[in-house]
C-alpha cells in the first residue's frame, strides 16, 4: 500500500508540468513568428511582369479606370494601384500619404474601390479628399482576388514600362513612404 501513494503524487506532478509545458512552448512560438514577421515582403507572382487588368464598375461620374492605364507609358510616369474601401480604418490612415504622392508629377494613382457601397466610397473621397486619378469598384472582389490582394489597403507600384515592381500590403505610412515607396518614385 505504501508503494501505492508514493507514485500517486509522482503522476500528479507530470499531469500539471506537461500541459505547462505545452503552453510555455506555445508562447515561445508564438512570440518567434511575431518577432519574424515581415508583411512587408509578400511575394507577389506579377513583380517585373505585367498585372492582370482591371475590369471595374464606375464609381459615380469619377474618371474611370481603362486598359490604357495599365499599359507602358513610354518613360512618362509611374502608377499606383491601391485597392481600398471606406469602412477600412487602415484606408483612412493612409490616405494623407496618398494625398502627398499624388501631388508628384510623375506619379498617377489608380484608386480600385473593393467591396464597398458606392455611396460610401464616394462620401469617403468627399471627406478625405480624392487622390486618385482614375477609379474603379470592384464590388464582389474579383479583381483583388485575380492580383492576389490579401486585403485592404494594398498598394502595388507598377514602372513607365507597365510592369510590376513593388507590393505593399497594409497603409503606407510616413516611414514607410520614406523607407520604401518613395526611391520607387523617383
Keep these: 500500500m505504501n508503494r501505492k501513494k508514493a507514485s500517486i503524487p509522482k503522476m500528479i506532478n507530470w499531469i500539471k508540468i506537461i500541459p505547462l509545458t505545452i503552453f510555455l512552448l506555445l508562447i515561445i512560438l508564438a512570440l518567434t513568428a511575431l518577432k519574424n514577421d515581415n508583411s512587408d515582403n509578400m511575394p507577389s507572382a506579377y513583380i517585373g511582369k505585367k498585372p492582370p487588368p482591371l475590369i471595374l464598375d464606375p464609381l459615380g461620374k469619377l474618371p474611370?479606370?481603362?486598359?490604357?492605364?495599365?499599359?507602358?507609358?513610354?518613360?512618362?510616369?509611374?502608377?499606383?494601384?491601391?485597392?481600398?474601401?471606406s469602412w477600412c480604418p487602415p484606408c483612412r490612415a493612409e490616405h494623407p500619404q496618398l494625398d502627398k504622392i499624388s501631388s508628384m508629377h510623375n506619379v498617377k494613382i489608380i484608386?480600385?474601390?473593393y467591396k464597398d457601397k458606392e455611396v460610401?466610397?464616394?462620401?469617403?473621397?468627399?471627406?478625405?479628399?480624392?487622390?486618385?486619378?482614375?477609379?474603379?469598384?470592384?464590388?464582389?472582389?474579383r479583381n483583388a482576388l485575380e492580383w492576389g490582394v490579401y486585403g485592404v489597403p494594398e498598394t502595388f507600384v507598377m514602372d513607365q514600362k507597365g510592369h510590376i515592381i513593388y507590393r505593399?500590403?497594409?497603409p503606407i505610412t510616413k516611414d514607410i513612404y520614406k523607407k520604401t515607396i518613395k526611391s520607387l518614385l523617383n
Excluded: C
Aim: hydrophobic share 35%; net charge positive; aromatic share 10%.
Design 111 to 113: 484608386g480600385v474601390n
Design 64 to 85: 474611370r479606370v481603362t486598359e490604357e492605364d495599365l499599359q507602358s507609358m513610354n518613360g512618362k510616369q509611374i502608377r499606383l494601384i491601391n485597392f481600398w474601401s
Design 168 to 170: 505593399h500590403p497594409g
Design 120 to 141: 460610401s466610397a464616394l462620401n469617403f473621397l468627399t471627406k478625405y479628399g480624392n487622390p486618385f486619378s482614375k477609379l474603379g469598384a470592384d464590388p464582389i472582389g
